[in-house]
């Protein structure tokens, strides 16, 4: 299974995958499923703090690659993020957001860069303008959130 590493400005990292938790009742730091967070405080020593990222990345590497996110491009915690990219090991994706993240729980037992299609496609799908809609309860499932597919996927991962 694909590891991932969550590096984010404080308290972001956290945050996602606590978000993670609460959408799929489940805390994907907790039953061996290779996740790990790195909240980057402002101060951080930008040194130590990779030291740190390569410890988590070494957790998480079970020999099927690792997707690291990050919220910000050219940040510190992007910069930190990007120097973890080794081609066809360890992959960087920035601009990291809940439905990315979803996504990337729900498809990591494949190949790496499969993953990281599937990743981009929920973060970008996930940001949408918001208009004047019908109630909640009279949408459809697909109308709602997380594809019950993926929720499936997910459990069954587990």
């Known amino acids: 299974m694909i590891g991932v590493l969550i590096v984010a400005h404080t308290p972001l990292a956290s945050a996602f995958a606590a978000g993670a938790s609460h959408v799929y009742s489940c805390a994907p730091e907790r039953a061996g499923s290779q996740v790990r967070v790195l909240d980057v405080q402002p101060d951080a020593d930008v040194a130590a703090t990779v030291d740190q990222a390569r410890r988590l990345v070494a957790e998480v590497d079970s020999g099927a690659g690792v997707l690291v996110l990050t919220d910000v491009f050219g940040s510190t915690p992007g ?9 066809g090991r360890v992959a960087v994706v920035a601009g990291v957001n809940l439905p990315m993240l979803l996504r990337a729980l729900c498809y990591r037992d494949g190949k790496l860069g499969d993953t990281v299609e599937k ?8 940001v949408l303008q918001i208009t004047a809609t019908q109630p909640l309860q009279n949408q459809s499932a697909s109308q709602r959130g997380p594809q019950g597919d993926d929720l499936a996927r997910l459990h069954h991962q587990q």
């Open 79 to 87: 910069n930190v993020a990007a120097r973890l990219a080794e081609p």
């Open 119 to 126: 990743a981009v496609a929920g973060g970008t799908q996930g």
